[in-house]
Structures are given as structure tokens and as C-alpha cells.
């Protein structure tokens, strides 16, 4: 077990602030509302909304936020400025964030003031702070490099005059999981301790962690490890690593970190990295036929958690390296039934598009199988025609007319871009059959000139079922219907009781 000074750690979700100054990241008031609204859901114990002082769109959010009735604290991030406290105030915060820079190099060099003027600005920011009626946490800025005795100092003045709680900032994460086991401690005696790491050399989640066994009670976390530069800790994450390696009762409901994790990731456009913990599209995808194989037999033998815990679903992904079990437990997910000699000529068929450098969709297989099986299927969907309007005057438009169940049936849509105009235009022809969401599109990247070979990959969501299909054609448009088309086929089609 953790040893903790707290039975379980509280988590400041510092997303919709340090996560939105993610290069290129800008989010809407009622984005936020919705982010926040899950982040409360869940159990995060303070919500840091952005900095009430940078603009009016940022103080509409603060006050949107704050009279939703969520059970989290709200907080928002003030400078040692009396403005900034007031719009804090004013505009419904429960707490501040009050970040005060406590490095020689940040008095110097960016404040060209020295320590005195510095500790007196933190102290009467506090003073000011509580005379205001606010929850405050006192924030030292580039502690990890700061002379700790002087930070010591500059915390207890502040706990003196009221302050609520301290946060140690590792502004540039620099700190090593074994000095925050030495510095951690004694401030942890002061008052209630968060920790504020950032993840510059890799060493986020592993200081936090060190720093929450050293006394500190208050983790700072952003959502997919969102934040300037390399980031911050990740929420997912640190919650997932106290829970399953040291067994400490989170207060998280970890079933919706998933839900959580792809919602931000829309909101802010940050694809998630295909490899990242927890929430990264291959945590829970296999391919290697004895990693499969053992999957298949025993989860435990290559997974450290089952799935469903963060609100994930297992899969098997095909490939060169998959094995007769893999493809066999894939061809049975999709109601196809083989023989020996079938099943080995669907994995040789499995194994030529991996090793031709292709991915190996639910919409290829779906292919190899009714090859080899010799099933004739009639598609749901058939293309007749379609056509796009795009330009730097015109609002992109596409229209299309598909043929449905033999009825012909044309619709029309607009888009951020032609590609976005068909694809809504092709959901709407086939709305009366099946709402089928897109889950994700992507364009492999394409070497060479113009008329290169463009390969879309779609994954596409009806009723709880998911499936993969791709489109490779010199027109992205093209290729893009054509990934569409055959995926909303598989999804649309019954499956006959009678393969294989």
C-alpha cells in the first residue's frame, strides 16, 4: 500500500486551464460545461476553470461553470494581481489558484523584482484573497528549481494569513521521483500539499506519485496529459496506477475515464496517441498470434487490467502477425463458421495484406471470408452518383444519391470541407436504416505527387458495434465515399444465419 498522510488523494483537473494552453487548443464556454460537467460527474474533487482575467469568453465560462451546480470546487488561476482576484470573486469561484514565481530566475528574469517584493505580493494576495471570501492555494511556480528555504518561508507567511492549502509547481519537469521524497515532506507539515507536475523529461506521473507517498494530499492532473510543451500528469493515468498498483481507493469512477478521455480529445482536436496508457487506441489491441492466442485463453497473460474498468472494450487486431486463433475468434465475433482448410487460407490471405504494409480493416476480412467461403451477398447500399461544391467563395456542399434497399434515395448536406459535406450527406440518405455515427477518420500519409495513392480509413459506430473499412484512391473524395460506403454496407447488412 500507498503510505499516504490522507486515506485517499484528492485530483485539482487543471484541463480546461494548463490543458487548454496546449498549442492551438481553444475551447468554447459550453464546451467546457460539458468537460467540467463529466469531470464533477466522476468524482474530481476541484475544476480549475481557466484564468477569469484573460478574456471575456474565459470569465463566461467561469460563471457558466460555476451556477451549473456541479459537486466539484471551482477554481480559477490568479497572478498575485488584485484584478484578477476580483473577476475570480465576481464571477462565481469558489477557490483560486494563486501562482506566485518563487525561482531566482523567474523573480529575476521574468518579474525583475527581487524575493522581498515577491513574498510581500504572495502575502497580501492571500490577505486580499480572504477578505474576498475565497478558498485559496497558495501556488509557488518553478518550486522544483526555487531555494527551499525561501519557499518554506514564503508558504508558511502565506498559511499564516489564511492561505488554505500549498501547491509545489515542477514548472518545467525537472524533479526526480526521488528529490521530491526529500523536499515533499516538510512542506506537507505546513498545511494540505498539492503537486503540480509537468511531464518535460517523462517523469510526470512517477514524481506525482513519489510526492503523494511523501505527504502531498492533492494531485494536479489535465485530461490525456494535455498542457504546454510535453504536458502534464495524466489524469487517467495516475488514477489507474494508484488503484491497480498500490491499491488505493480513488473515489474515481474509472468506467467513464474512457468516455472522459475521447470527449476532451473531440473538443480540443488533440488526437489521442495510438500508444498512450489507458485511453490510446492499441492499449487494449493485439495482433502478435502468441499474444492473441494467450488473450484469448486468459486475459491476465498480456493485459494488466481487464478493459472494462476504464470503459474500453478488447480487440484483436489483424495483421502479419496474427495466428489461426486470432483470426478464428475475429471470423466468429462476425457470425462466419469455417473448416480447417478455410480458416488456413483466410489467415495466408491475412497475413499478404500485412505484409504488403496494409491494415487489415473488419471490411477486408469481411471480403477474405466471403471469398473463401464462396457467399454471395447482395449490399444494402449501392452508389449512384455524387457530387461536391468546394472553393474559397462557396460554402463546401455535396449532394448524393444511394440506392437503399433498391429505393433511390438523394440527399445533400454542407461541411467544414468537401470530404466532411459528403460523409454528412451520405449519414443523412441512410438515417431511415440505421444512425451510424463516424467514430474516427483518418488519412495514412501519402508520399510522392499528385496523383498518389490516398488511403482513408473510417471506423463507424451502430448500435454499440464497431467496425473499421478503408478506401484507397487517387481522389481523397473518392477514397473517402468509398471507405464510407463499404463499412456502412457491413453495418447495415443482416447477417445470414446460414456463412459458412
Avoid at 6 to 24: A, C, I, M, W, Y
Avoid at 26 to 34: H, Q
Wanted: with cysteine.
Amino acid at each position: 500500500m500507498i503510505a499516504l498522510f490522507v486515506k485517499s488523494p484528492r485530483f485539482l483537473d487543471t484541463t480546461l486551464r494548463d490543458g487548454e494552453q496546449t498549442p492551438g487548443v481553444s475551447l468554447k464556454p459550453d464546451d467546457k460545461l460539458n468537460i467540467a460537467t463529466l469531470l464533477s460527474d466522476i468524482g474530481v474533487s476541484v475544476i480549475e476553470v481557466g484564468s477569469a482575467v484573460a478574456s471575456d469568453g474565459e470569465r463566461e465560462s467561469l460563471r457558466l461553470i460555476s451556477d451549473a451546480g456541479l459537486k466539484a470546487e471551482i477554481c480559477t488561476f490568479v497572478r498575485g494581481v488584485r484584478l484578477d482576484i476580483d473577476y475570480a470573486a465576481d464571477f462565481g469561484a469558489e477557490s483560486i489558484h494563486l501562482v506566485i514565481p518563487v525561482s531566482d530566475l523567474h523573480i529575476e528574469k521574468k518579474l525583475q523584482k527581487d524575493r522581498e517584493y515577491v513574498m510581500k505580493m504572495a502575502w497580501d494576495s492571500v490577505e486580499y484573497a480572504k477578505d474576498r471570501g475565497l478558498i485559496v492555494e497558495l501556488s509557488g511556480e518553478d518550486a522544483s528549481r526555487a531555494d527551499q528555504a525561501y519557499l518554506y518561508d514564503l508558504y508558511a507567511g502565506g498559511v499564516d494569513r489564511g492561505a488554505d492549502r500549498i501547491c509545489f509547481c515542477d514548472t518545467v519537469g525537472v524533479m526526480t521521483p526521488e528529490r521530491a521524497g526529500e523536499i515533499i515532506p516538510p512542506l506537507a507539515t505546513l498545511a494540505p500539499l498539492s503537486i503540480h507536475c509537468h511531464n518535460d523529461l517523462g517523469l510526470g506521473l512517477a514524481t506525482t506519485l513519489s510526492a503523494l507517498k511523501s505527504g502531498a494530499s492533492c494531485a494536479h492532473v489535465t485530461v490525456n496529459g494535455l498542457g504546454e510543451r510535453a504536458g502534464n500528469t495524466p489524469l487517467e493515468d495516475l488514477v489507474m496506477s494508484l488503484e491497480v498498483l498500490y491499491g488505493v481507493k480513488t473515489g474515481i469512477k474509472t468506467e467513464e475515464l474512457y468516455h472522459l478521455s475521447t470527449l476532451v480529445s473531440r473538443l480540443t482536436r488533440v488526437p489521442l496517441p495510438t500508444n498512450k496508457a489507458i485511453v490510446g487506441e492499441m492499449a487494449f489491441t493485439h495482433e502478435s498470434g502468441i499474444h492473441a492466442h494467450g488473450i484469448l485463453r486468459d486475459a491476465a497473460t498480456y493485459e494488466p487490467i481487464m478493459p472494462e474498468m476504464v470503459g474500453r472494450r478488447r480487440r484483436i487486431l489483424l495483421g502479419k502477425h496474427s495466428g489461426s486463433a486470432s483470426v478464428e475468434a475475429a471470423l466468429s465475433e462476425m457470425g462466419y463458421r469455417t473448416e480447417p482448410r478455410q480458416l488456413q487460407e483466410i489467415v495466408s490471405r491475412v497475413k499478404q495484406l500485412g505484409d504488403e504494409g496494409k491494415r487489415v480493416t473488419d471490411s477486408d476480412l469481411h471480403a477474405i471470408a466471403e471469398a473463401v467461403l464462396d457467399i454471395s451477398c447482395t449490399p444494402v447500399i449501392q452508389m449512384k452518383q455524387f457530387t461536391t461544391v468546394s472553393g474559397n467563395s462557396v460554402m463546401p456542399t455535396a449532394s448524393v444519391t444511394l440506392t437503399v434497399n433498391g429505393e433511390d434515395i438523394t440527399q445533400a448536406s454542407t461541411g467544414t470541407g468537401p470530404v466532411d459535406a459528403v460523409i454528412m450527406a451520405l449519414r443523412k440518405a441512410v438515417q431511415d436504416v440505421g444512425d451510424i455515427t463516424l467514430e474516427e477518420y483518418h488519412v495514412d500519409a501519402i508520399y510522392g505527387g499528385t496523383d498518389a495513392l490516398v488511403d482513408v480509413t473510417v471506423k463507424l459506430r451502430k448500435d454499440g458495434e464497431l467496425i473499421t473499412s478503408r478506401g484507397a484512391r487517387t481522389d481523397i473524395i473518392m477514397a473517402s465515399v468509398e471507405a464510407m460506403i463499404s463499412g456502412m454496407n457491413r453495418l447495415l447488412r443482416k447477417k445470414d444465419e446460414n456463412r459458412g
